[in-house]
Each structure stands twice: as structure tokens, then as C-alpha cells.
């Protein structure tokens, strides 16, 4: 049934899952039933902190109180002890981190130098071989 829902969900905008997803977290119906309402003005309303940590603690997975901690001083940007939709959305798609540099036109040249001389080394490394067997071969017949 849950990913029945969460397909659904999904299937709409992303934003608009995301808004819906706040708004029941912070308590408040995402359409109301019994009259029109103003527009949802999803800015004007918080996750407070206690609210955050009761989530946490009936989670089916253990937090520890760090780790409660934790997550709510990542999400409260401004330290005001509550989470606005700015700071939520922060907290769900955490920015990635900074691609590795790619590698220039420099670093492919010395890559390649770099395997250039493996090869020879290897190659000469499997003549001396050879060229040692066919001394004693040499010397061997030399004695008959």
C-alpha cells in the first residue's frame, strides 16, 4: 500500500510532492474539506523542534538523541529552533558534493608516458630472460 502511494505521489511534480510532504509534517491538512480556504502560504508555517524529535523517536528504526540533534541543527539554518520549507528542502536533497576536477589534456599526456615506459620496462624485463637462457645454452654447448 505504502508504495502504491509513494508511486502516486511521485508521479505528480516533485515540488508539489515535496510541498504536500512538509504540510503534513507540520500538521496541517494539504486540502481542507469542510470550506475554502485561503491559498496554503507553505512560507508562513515551521516543523518546531519538539515536533521534529517526536518524529524521530516513533520512527519503526531507533535515533539516537545525537543523531535527533544532529539532523535538526543541519536543517535550521538560522538557528530560530524550527524547520521553515526553505530549511526542509535543504534537509531532503542535501547539496552533492564537489565534482573531482576533470582531468586536461596534460594529465592524459602523462598517463600516457607513464604507460609508455611500463611497457618497455616490461619488454625488457621478459628479453633479459631470453637473453640469459640462451647464454647458458651457448656456454653449455661450448663445454661439450
Known amino acids: 500500500f505504502c508504495s502504491i502511494v509513494n508511486r502516486k505521489f511521485r508521479e505528480e511534480d ?15 491538512e494539504p486540502f481542507p474539506e469542510l470550506f475554502r480556504a485561503k491559498k496554503y502560504k507553505i512560507n508562513d508555517n515551521y516543523i518546531m523542534k519538539q515536533d521534529f524529535r517526536h518524529m524521530m523517536i516513533n520512527l519503526p528504526v531507533e535515533v539516537s538523541e545525537e ?22 528542502q535543504t534537509m531532503i536533497n542535501p547539496q552533492l558534493p564537489p565534482e573531482p576536477p576533470k582531468p586536461t589534456l596534460n594529465d592524459f599526456r602523462i598517463s600516457l608516458s607513464q604507460h609508455q615506459l611500463n611497457l618497455e620496462n ?20 661450448s663445454v661439450t
Open 14 to 28: 516533485e515540488e508539489v510532492f515535496r510541498q504536500n510532504m512538509f504540510k503534513i509534517l507540520c500538521g496541517t
Open 67 to 88: 543523531d535527533i540533534e544532529e539532523m535538526f541543527d543541519y536543517a535550521d539554518r538560522n538557528k530560530d529552533g524550527k524547520i521553515s520549507y526553505k530549511e526542509f
Open 122 to 141: 616490461q619488454q625488457q624485463q621478459q628479453q633479459q630472460p631470453q637473453q640469459t637462457t640462451q647464454q647458458q645454452q651457448s656456454l653449455t654447448l
